[in-house]
Each structure stands twice: as C-alpha cells, then as structure tokens.
C-alpha cells in the first residue's frame, strides 16, 4: 500500500443523500472509537443504511492495533450493528475477539474526481459529513486487517441465544 496514492476500497459504509461514507473510525493509543455517540451521529427519524459501499480513498499511513474498544464504538455496535439481533449484552461486554489492524486515510468523493484523474490531483470530498463535529474532509481508519468482536445477543425468529461474533473488515482494490 505505501506506493498506492489513490485506491478503491469497501468497507464499513453509511449512505446520505445518496452518497456513500466511510463510517469515520477514529483511532488513539490503541482504542478505535466513533467521534459521535449513536444518538448524536443517527438523530432519530434520520437513520442512515449501513453497507460495505465503496469509496476512492488516498492512504496516508501507519498501521495501528486495535487494542480496545470506545465507548461510542461499543454504543453503535450494540444499537446498530446487529441486525436482526437483539443485544441481551451490556455495550461494555463487548469483546474483542481478534484484534485488527487500522491505517489512516482521507476519503475522495469519486463525483469530485475528473474522469481522466493521474493520481496526482484531485479535489477532496465537500464537507457534506453528517458527523456534525467534522470541519472538512476527515481523515479515517480503514482495516488492514479484520477486526472481530463478540457479543450476547438472540434471535426471536430463530430462536438462537448465545455469542454473536462481527467482523469489521475493508476490501482494498489492489
């Protein structure tokens, strides 16, 4: 990836207006977060869909251990994540299972980008984040590899009770 300027990649996506956004992962001293709790970041009446869109995204670098989880992390996976679950679990029960690894990049709107773009310029996404604390385009982490976490949920139309593992995890359009 070090020689890569501008990749494709799928992943953990949400979907406003149409447009596909990397769910913007932050990342410090081993804990992968959200910026924003899930009320603030999903207000009610305005869910987004979640997804493994693709997006155009310029690497910036580092490879970092997801050592733990934050608090809003944990909120959004509990609320959000597990569909068709129910969470019995508290959001602090959340385990990492398998530790993934994170890098930072900046997400490019492909309708900003020319047809005919040389991977030397472009124009960078609008500032369009429904993430109300961004100013810009953020800079995001991506998985370079994936990150499982588990947690206790039930299925009523199954009737299944026990461990409910997800993996977060990014495609990369080598």
Request: glycine share 10%; charged share 10%; proline share 6%.
């Amino acid at each position: 990836m070090s020689k890569i300027d501008i990749v494709f990649v799928s992943g953990p996506t949400y979907v406003n207006n149409g447009d596909s956004f990397l769910l913007p992962f932050t990342y410090s001293s081993g804990t992968l977060n959200l910026p924003l709790s899930t009320a603030e970041a999903y207000p009610s009446g305005s869910e987004e869909t979640l997804g493994n869109d693709g997006a155009n995204i310029r690497v910036i670098g580092g490879l970092y251990p997801t050592l733990s989880l934050g608090t809003n992390l944990r909120n959004f996976i509990k609320n959000k994540v597990c569909d068709g679950y129910t969470v019995t679990g508290s959001a602090s029960s959340i385990a990492i299972v398998s530790a993934g690894t994170v890098t930072k990049v900046q997400q490019l709107m492909s309708k900003f980008l020319s047809p005919n773009w040389d991977q030397k310029s472009y124009n960078v996404s609008p500032n369009t984040w429904d993430f109300a604390n961004f100013i810009g385009p953020p800079s995001v982490y991506l998985f370079t590899k994936p990150l499982v976490v588990q947690v206790a949920g039930s299925n009523a139309a199954t009737g299944y009770s026990g461990p409910i593992c997800i993996t977060f995890q990014t495609y990369w359009d080598k």
